[in-house]
């Protein structure tokens, strides 16, 4: 089984503040991991993903992301917000053998000027 | 290179009517997927084929059918509308090798009334 959870529906930051959006998950089996980004009334675009190797992976327009196995995590993050980051953010998991990716409910990145 | 290309791009349907949701790849693609994004709720596998004349059934698979007659299109039936599948529904595609992303069309927001 593989299941994702994002803490925090919502989170609000300042523009030039840290970004942290969190992703923990659950696989029976080792994890693929992915981050992805939808802006308003479009689909889902890729940020970064793991699959092996290096654990800290980096992402389009300065977003990187930690896996952490002891911790089951995988944090996004970005050292400065800027307004055009306002979207929704998802976090999705594939185990090893899974053909399917399950998401978790998503979190809302607010940028306020 | 169109990549992932949903038809239509907006529909409302009365309770009881039916309609088919088309979905066409252009990348070669293995695998495919229909999902539904309800506010909330993240994005909640409905069906899904891992190749051309399969399809299995995802988390919420009632009241849809679904067709993958050929390698590129993956078709998505709903035969009686209710008002509970008045959604955003995506359609994605990735290779057959577990550690690729999936790629989204733009999305079809269906309501029924």
């Known amino acids: 089984a593989q299941s994702v959870t994002q803490l925090g529906s919502h989170v609000s930051v300042s523009e030039g503040a840290l970004v942290l959006l969190r992703c923990n998950y659950s696989?029976?089996?080792?994890?693929?991991l992915f981050w992805y980004v939808q802006y308003p009334n479009q689909g889902l675009q890729l940020l970064l993903k793991?699959?092996?190797?290096?654990?800290l992976v980096k992402g389009i327009n300065g977003f990187e992301a930690e896996f952490k196995k002891s911790e089951t995590s995988f944090h996004l993050t970005k050292p400065s917000a800027h307004m055009s980051d306002a979207a929704e953010y998802f976090c999705?998991?594939?185990?090893?053998?899974?053909?399917?990716?399950?998401f978790g409910k998503g979190t809302m990145l607010l940028v306020s000027p | 290179n169109a990549g992932v290309t949903q038809t239509p791009k907006f529909r409302v349907l009365k309770t009881g009517q039916s309609m088919t949701l088309l979905c066409a790849q252009d990348?070669?693609?293995?695998?495919m997927y229909w999902y539904r994004q309800d506010p909330g709720m993240g994005l909640r596998l409905i069906h899904y084929s891992v190749g051309e004349g399969t399809t299995a059934k995802g988390e919420v698979p009632d009241g849809y059918n679904v067709s993958r007659l050929k390698k590129q299109n993956f078709l998505l039936g709903l035969e009686s509308a209710a008002p509970s599948q008045t959604s955003v529904y995506f359609c994605?595609?990735?290779?057959?090798?577990?550690?690729?992303?999936?790629?989204f069309g733009q999305g079809t927001r269906l309501t029924v009334v």
């Open positions: 793991y699959t092996t190797g290096a654990t």
């Open positions: 999705a998991v594939r185990g090893v053998g899974y053909s399917t990716l399950t």
């Open positions: 994605a595609s990735s290779p057959g090798s577990m550690n690729t992303e999936a790629f």
């Open positions: 696989s029976s089996v080792p994890p693929y």
């Open positions: 990348m070669n693609h293995e695998y």
